[in-house]
C-alpha cells in the first residue's frame, strides 16, 4: 500500500507537470489521477468528483493532493477533501514539489505533505547573473 496521488489544478497545470514529470521519472511510482477546474466547471460537481477520486485513490495509508493557487477552486475544493483525516492538501503546485513527491513513495501522509512542501520551497530559487551549471 502506499499514499495516493491527486493533482487538482486549473485547466492544463496539472496535466502539463505530470507530463513533464513522467518525461523525467519515466514510471510513475504513486497511484495519481488528475482533475482539472475548467472555467465552466461546477464546484459543487467537482467536490463530489474529487471524493470519489480520493475514495478510489485511498488504499488504506492516505492521499495527497497538490493543487496550484491558494484560496482558488481547486485549493476550496482540496481543503473540503483535506477535513478527511486521511487526506492532506499543499497548494503552490510547482514541478519541483511534484518531482520531490515522487521521489518519495514510501513516506506516509504527513511526511509526503512535508517533502512536497520543501520540494515546492527549495524549487523557488533566484538566478543569478553569477551562477554557472555548465562548468
Keep these: ?4 496521488l491527486l493533482i487538482l489544478s486549473h485547466d492544463g497545470i496539472g496535466s502539463s507537470l505530470l507530463g513533464t514529470a513522467m518525461q523525467m521519472i519515466t514510471d510513475c511510482p504513486i497511484k495519481t489521477k488528475l482533475l482539472t477546474v475548467e472555467r ?7 467536490l463530489e468528483h474529487a471524493k470519489v477520486i480520493v475514495d478510489e485513490l485511498d488504499s488504506g495509508e492516505g492521499v495527497l493532493i497538490l493543487t496550484d493557487l491558494y484560496g482558488s477552486t481547486p485549493c476550496n475544493i482540496a481543503t473540503h477533501c483535506a477535513k ?6 499543499v497548494a503552490g503546485l510547482n514541478l519541483s ?3 520531490r513527491v515522487m521521489n518519495y513513495p514510501e513516506l506516509d501522509l504527513a511526511a509526503l505533505v512535508d517533502k512536497a512542501i520543501s520540494g515546492g520551497q527549495e524549487g523557488v530559487k533566484q538566478i543569478l547573473a553569477t551562477d554557472s551549471y555548465a562548468d
Design 1 to 4: 500500500m502506499s499514499i495516493g
Design 40 to 46: 465552466d466547471s461546477d464546484p459543487e460537481e467537482l
Design 84 to 89: 478527511e483525516k486521511t487526506v492532506g492538501a
Design 97 to 99: 514539489m511534484l518531482i
